[in-house]
């Protein structure tokens, strides 16, 4: 088995005036057998900023829910896949300043088992106008720098390549079984 990751990461990028709230999030690292890994890309006009961002799919975890049911719920919803988690990568607890929260996510590995319907939330197809992006590592690497030229790309850069990188890792050496 491997190590848990656990990194704290502050916000660079807005002053921080006070952290009014945190948020249990699951997010995961899903890959198909290719090895292509999926995200969902946002574009976002909005308090943020107008910013094209990449991002793990995953969200904030209900109230009595397991980490490991909202993980799967919340894939389902975003990519519209099925999966299996094959094991935990770690807990990345960051902050957004501009809106005064203090976010603890929870990241899984999932390989993709089938692929059905998504279920987007409203916002996320309004609002966010949530789609599906099908990477190589690589390309995703390069994503996240592409996307890094905005103020929330980079403070996303930075919780998440961390733990792309480490996922990677634990996909060569198999140390998820």
Not at 164 to 173: D, F, N, V
């Given at each position: 088995?491997?190590t848990i990751?656990?990194?704290?990461k502050?916000?660079t990028?807005w002053?921080?005036?006070y952290?009014d709230h ?11 057998e ?12 909005d308090?943020?900023?107008h ?12 109230e ?10 919340e ?8 999966v ?5 990568i770690?807990?990345?607890?960051d902050?957004y ?17 089938s ?11 309004e609002?966010?106008h ?12 390069e ?7 905005s ?12 733990i ?10 198999k140390?998820?079984?």
């Open positions: 088995m491997h990751l656990n990194l704290q502050k916000d990028q002053p921080l005036d952290i945190d948020r249990e999030i699951v997010r995961a690292i899903v890959y198909d290719q090895e292509n890994f999926y995200f969902v890309q946002a574009h976002r006009n308090e943020f900023g910013v094209t961002i990449i991002e793990t799919s995953g969200g904030g975890v209900e009595g829910e397991e980490l490991e049911s909202a993980i799967q719920r894939l389902r919803e975003e990519l519209g896949v099925q299996k988690v094959l094991c935990p770690g807990i990345v607890s902050y300043n501009l809106i005064h929260r203090h976010n603890i996510n929870h990241y899984f590995l999932c390989r993709i088992v692929f059905g319907e998504k279920h987007l939330m409203p916002d996320e197809i609002q966010f949530l789609s599906t992006l099908k990477l190589s590592y690589q390309e995703a690497i994503e996240y720098e592409k996307c890094a030229h103020k929330l790309g980079k403070l996303l850069k930075q919780r998440e390549l961390p792309l990188e480490y996922a990677k890792e634990i996909l060569e050496r140390s998820y079984e």
